[in-house]
Nanobody, 130 residues
Framework: QLQLVESGGGLVQPGGSLRLSCAASGFTLNYYTVGWFRQAPGKEREGLSC????????YYAHSAKGRFTISRDNDKNAVYLQMSSLKPEDTAVYYCAVDKTPITTIQRMCTMGPSYLTSWGQGTRVTVSS
């Protein structure tokens, strides 16, 4: 069974850090472009950061740039999102996803992914509050 499982969410104070993990089972994650997305209550799902399957190049949305870092660990078949300087507006459910379309780009995945991606994890909740 092909599965993505996110973990690492929780309650953190403003200015704090968290590292989210996306673990894959049933398939090899480094074959795919992988992205992190989030969805806050009442808002649409938005792309945060994506990492390429070919050269590990990365894309960051404006909301993530300078604060979040995406990375892969092929030995663990996982992708991570290191988040720092967290703000209350970062409160959301965070999802990872893989792009199985034959031709894609990290920018396409991150900006248009919510409209076409079908392989999502169940999400991990992040709450930033004092």
């Amino acid at each position: 069974q092909l599965q993505l499982v996110e973990s690492g969410g929780g309650l953190v104070q403003p200015g704090g850090s968290l590292r989210l993990s996306c673990a894959a089972s049933g398939f090899t994650l480094n074959y795919y472009t992988v992205g992190w997305f989030r969805q806050a209550p009442g808002k649409e799902r938005e792309g945060l950061s994506c990492i390429s399957s070919t050269d590990d190049s990365t894309y960051y949305a404006h909301s993530a740039k300078g604060r979040f870092t995406i990375s892969r660990d092929n030995d663990k078949n996982a992708v991570y999102l290191q988040m720092s300087s967290l703000k209350p507006e970062d409160t959301a459910v965070y999802y990872c996803a893989v792009d199985k379309t034959p031709i894609t780009t990290i920018q396409r995945m991150c900006t248009m992914g919510p409209s076409y991606l079908t392989s999502w994890g169940q999400g991990t909740r992040v709450t930033v509050s004092s």
